[in-house]
């Protein structure tokens, strides 16, 4: 059974009936007196031993455990501990005179807002120097500053710190955009990969194997593996939600790549063949009629609730049950009321996975 954590209250209580249990004649409880505030600081002593005690206790359980206590659990049950933040990568259009040089390792500069919306500098350094040919040409450059907030959109203007000679001050982000920039991997996704490797242990290769060998790879958020291709061989698809956040989560060819990599020098050589494949975005698309409260911030929270439900519930053939459906728009903050009439919605094959598409609201 749990143990009871008492309240500051009843701390006080206990060290005022001591006082009076061991001390004839003396009375704690007498507002202002000598007595009552030695005994209230010394139960303010004890409830914080309490609180520590209650929080070492969660702390000690690797489902709970938090910061350094869940990075020590981490580094007994998985090799690699916690995945690092990883810098953004990609090219950078640059202009100026024929003839100029923009050197390897000059920095740019921009600004992009971080997980807690706050404005902050973002550096880049030039990884292969570029000659201009003519009026312009592209330099490959990767951030300084690790982590998703790296990651910037095609078109976004970065500006040079110190400017070459005869190069325009601002460079463009060329196609795709600048990505693979992944935070540092959060307490709650540790400790998921550390219960599941405790629950699953390692068997040399089974499904689950793959799974969390996927998963340890920076910026891979869900993964699932499979024997699609026949007896021998084993498919392993995976999302990478945060660092290809402009391509739905899907990975794109280099981390496919990146990944097949990792799981080659894991997996077993029995294996006749371990395909690394991206999952086929299929798209949820809904219609929710008569919503009460119809505001843009309600409709943007039925947004969210479906999001999180596919992230959490979506696999590829996985179906999605229309009751999911209808209890992810129930819940939305805001919302009273609505009409909505929908279908289990079925993968249409193995690797297809369900992903929020269009909401239309009548």
């Keep these: 059974m749990p143990w009871p954590l008492p309240l500051l209250r009843d701390r006080r209580r206990q060290v005022r009936d001591d006082i009076g249990q061991h001390l004839p004649g003396a009375d704690a409880s007498q507002p202002n007196s000598v007595l009552r505030v030695i005994g209230d600081a010394q139960a303010a002593l004890a409830h914080d031993n309490d609180q520590h005690l209650a929080w070492l206790a969660r702390m000690m359980m690797p489902d709970t455990a938090e910061g350094d206590y869940a990075e020590r659990w981490a580094g007994i049950w998985l090799p690699q501990g916690r995945k690092p933040a990883t810098a953004a990568s990609g090219v950078l259009t640059v202009t100026g005179s024929v003839g100029a040089i923009v050197p390897t390792g000059a920095e740019l500069v921009t600004t992009a807002t971080d997980a807690f919306g706050l404005r902050r500098e973002v550096r880049y350094e030039v990884v292969s120097g570029v000659t ?13 500053t690790p982590g998703a907030i790296g990651n910037l959109d095609e078109g976004a203007l970065l500006s040079f710190v110190d400017v070459p000679d005869d190069i325009d001050g601002q460079a463009t982000v060329a196609a795709p955009g600048l990505a693979g920039g992944a935070d540092i991997e959060t307490d709650p996704d540790l400790v998921a990969r550390t219960i599941a490797r405790i629950q699953q242990p390692a068997h040399g290769g089974a499904a689950h194997d793959y799974v969390q060998w996927a998963l340890e790879v920076p910026g891979v958020t869900r993964a699932w593996a499979k024997s699609e291709m026949g007896v021998g061989t084993v498919t392993v698809r995976f999302m990478m939600d945060e660092v290809r956040a402009g391509f739905g989560g899907l990975p794109q060819s280099e981390d496919l790549d990146l990944v097949a990599a990792y799981l080659t020098a894991l997996r077993p050589v029995t294996v006749a063949q371990a395909y690394v494949l991206a999952p086929t975005a299929q798209a949820l698309n809904i219609t929710i009629d008569d919503l009460v409260s119809d505001t843009p911030e309600v409709r943007a929270n039925i947004a969210l609730e479906l999001s999180e439900m596919l992230r959490a519930r979506a696999a590829p053939g996985q179906m999605i ?14 919302e009273d009321h609505h009409d909505l009439t929908v279908s289990n919605v079925a993968a249409t094959n193995l690797g297809h996975l369900i992903v929020p598409g269009t909401i239309t609201f009548t």
């Design 132 to 144: 201009l040919a003519g009026a312009s040409g592209t330099v490959s450059v990767w951030a300084l």
């Design 321 to 334: 049950y229309a009751s999911w459906i209808r209890e992810s728009v129930s819940a939305a903050t805001g």
